[in-house]
């Protein structure tokens, strides 16, 4: 391999930077405390903590007054720049969604990138301009250079984007700065290649609640599977922090003192106190949160000092460490509900009431939204919303919906905030998962106004806050009910239909409601409103959590069932995805037969019908009646033909012919061995 030349590419491009008169630090300068403690905190190039130091850094302002740091990471070979993978992303993630050690540091890109990302892990930096340079000499001796210039973001969740093609460094220069950051604004992603990231980002916080579970699990006695729930809810509200308003709680604020009153734990609730008198909720639900995470902040133990050291400070740093990244870059993900799962699974579901309590997978709360037909005017309910994880799919769905259709600025940002705010509303009961749901729409920013910890029988169908005399006008019902409430859940249905005037709904339950177990709900249900489709899911799709066999239903609202309606049944058990219950493997969902694809055409079966049969087979797809004053007719199938046809008869008699044949001829061999 070729002698490197890295101090000549750092000669070339820190002599580009004297020249436009930057204020520039090199490797072991100083740029300001929170960059410094961010490289310092984050995991250094080779996995280790700390040592992340980038060959030179700046602070740049532009005409808005917005900071932007650069960090650029010079190389001294060919071919050194950048290593992308097959999507055309830096790969700094292996196959198994761990950090890849040697590309962040053998390239150039790779290293700025990975710095990039220390800054929006523990700083309030959320746009960061990553430079890589690297060059080789030629026959005669002159340094041809490389430039990569990325733009790491929130909005891009930490991945990078190429800005474009550089040969030098003077867009940084004060009078190209400007002109610069506005080609960086209008870099967009795909929602293809963004949903590509969110789902690379999403294996790696499964990954990393896994490991920071069996860490507090494993090191930290005395805390129950609550208490740590409770310890991240309390870290993520005391360290997301409100841009010019609350300052997020740094690791270096927690001073393990014993002193009443300053205690580490009476720091976090002071945090979450001026956190929480920044969101636009409803005083009761602020009271109620304080009032649940102080139980846990404020005991005895956990705040007893040892080695100089608090439990909470430990344990509250360890969350910051393996999570901190994937709230800040605001991954709109049912974060909370991968939480849950996490901590529970490791009991293995030992209480029977657990067992009630099996959150939706995020791709099939997905399907569930886009069989309700939501677009950004819906208005979305969930009667047993768990960690509402089916409101933040609905949510993402509307969001993607006002994106792609409202052209001002302004306009969209106000329905965003409507969205959140106005067209979702949940219902859940028990209290340490209500906490859950109203997190989860914290962190999405903020949905958690019209979340309600009440008995979804007891609802009166209003809005919880903001306009509480009014009914909340929902036209579209999303459900994964307790499947041991009456008529497996369909209760729930019947409740919340009725309170509906039109729009669609769209359950999963298991598929014993449709087959006997909730006939007086359904025949009530079906006098009012129109079974559309039935589905019947794959039987593991709970695999670890529940082992029964689901089905999806999708009602059309407010339309009493017509005997003559023909329902669409389809089979889904072969959906595409093979599901594994590991609990050491990287990603127990895998895509083995065009998953993606078939869950598309699910959605479209139900609302084209037949003509968009495309993946699967007319044995999977059928339609009949049903009698709406049966109750047990849901789950049909294709009726199997058993008339044999002329294929089938060439075929029985043509492996018979096969087998006389074979016969004859092993008779003859035999003879002739006989014979010798």
């Known amino acids: ?248 709680l740094d690791k270096t604020d927690l001073k393990s003192s014993i002193e009443e009153g300053d205690k580490d734990g009476d720091i976090i609730i002071r945090k979450i106190k001026a956190f929480l008198s920044e969101k636009n909720i409803p005083q009761k639900k602020k009271d109620f949160i304080l009032r649940t995470l102080q139980n846990t902040l404020t005991t005895e133990n956990i705040n007893k000092v040892t080695d100089g050291e608090s439990q909470l400070k430990r344990v509250f740093s360890k969350i910051v460490d393996d999570i901190g990244i994937y709230y800040k870059i605001g991954l709109t993900t049912d974060f909370t509900g991968k939480l849950f799962n996490e901590m529970y699974g490791w009991l293995g579901f030992s209480q029977d009431k657990l067992n009630d309590v099996v959150l939706t997978p995020a791709y099939i709360a997905t399907l569930l939204v886009k069989l309700t037909r939501v677009n950004k005017d819906s208005y979305v309910w969930d009667f047993a919303t768990g960690s509402a994880g089916l409101l933040v799919s609905a949510m993402n769905e509307m969001l993607i919906d006002a994106k792609e259709s409202i052209t001002s600025p302004n306009e969209l940002a106000q329905k965003q905030l409507d969205i ?108 009012k409103h129109t079974l559309i489709a039935s589905i019947k899911m794959p039987v593991d799709i709970f695999i670890g959590k529940s082992n029964v066999q689901t089905n999806i239903y999708v009602f059309r609202v407010n339309e009493p069932h017509h005997k003559e309606e023909m329902v669409k049944f389809i089979d889904f058990s072969n959906d595409g995805y093979t599901r594994t219950n590991r609990k050491k493997a990287s990603n127990n969902l895998k895509d083995t037969a065009n998953a993606k694809e078939r869950y598309e055409e699910i959605v479209n079966l139900v609302r084209f019908g037949k003509s968009k049969l495309k993946i699967f087979s007319e044995k999977e797809y059928y339609e009949n009646t049903i009698d709406p004053s049966n109750g047990a007719d849901w789950n049909q199938s294709a009726p199997i033909d058993t008339k044999p046809t002329l294929e089938d008869f060439k075929k029985t008699v043509g492996d018979y012919l096969a087998w006389e044949v074979g016969n004859i001829l092993k008779g003859q061999g035999e003879s002739q061995e006989l014979g010798k």
């Open 1 to 248: 391999m070729a002698q490197s030349i890295e101090p000549d590419i750092a000669d070339l491009a820190n002599g580009w930077l004297k020249s436009y008169d930057l204020d520039y630090k090199l490797e072991q300068a100083s740029l300001n405390n929170d960059i410094d403690k961010a490289l310092k905190e984050y995991e250094s190039k080779s996995g280790g903590k700390g040592g992340n130091r980038p060959d030179a850094k700046l602070l740049l302002q532009d005409k808005n007054l917005d900071d932007y740091p650069v960090l650029i990471e010079y190389k001294g070979q060919k071919n050194k720049l950048v290593k992308l993978n097959k999507k055309g992303q830096v790969e700094n993630t292996k196959a198994k969604y761990e950090p890849h050690f040697t590309n962040i540091k053998d390239f150039a890109v790779n290293g700025a990138v990975h710095y990039a990302n220390a800054l929006l892990h523990y700083t309030n930096y959320t746009d960061i301009i990553a430079i890589g340079i690297t060059g080789h000499k030629d026959s005669k001796g002159n340094i041809e250079h490389e430039i990569g210039v990325y733009f790491v973001s929130k909005s891009n969740f930490g991945a990078g984007q190429k800005i474009g093609e550089f040969t030098d460094l003077s867009f940084l220069a004060p009078k190209n700065f400007d002109a610069f950051i506005e080609k960086v604004k209008h870099l967009q992603l795909s929602q293809e290649e963004l949903d590509a990231i969110k789902e690379q980002k999403e294996r790696e916080i499964d990954r990393s609640l896994v490991k920071l579970n069996n860490d507090i699990y494993e090191n930290e006695k005395g805390l129950g599977e609550k208490d740590r729930i409770y310890l991240v809810a309390a870290t993520i509200m005391a360290t997301i922090g409100i841009p010019g308003k609350v300052r997020p």
């Open 420 to 527: 959140k705010a106005k067209q979702l509303l949940g219902v859940e009961l028990l209290p340490d998962v209500y906490m859950l749901a109203i997190l989860n729409m914290i962190l999405m920013g903020d949905g958690s106004s019209n979340i309600l910890n009440e008995d979804s029988f007891d609802f009166d169908g209003k809005y919880g806050y903001g306009k509480t005399d009014e009914k909340f006008p929902a036209d579209a019902f999303v459900l994964n009910p307790p499947y041991s409430a009456d008529g497996n859940g369909m209760n729930f249905v019947q409740n919340a239909l009725d309170m509906m005037n039109k729009g669609y709904a769209a359950i999963i339950i298991q598929n014993s409601a449709g087959s006997g177990k909730a006939i007086s709900y359904n025949k009530k249900i079906l006098k």
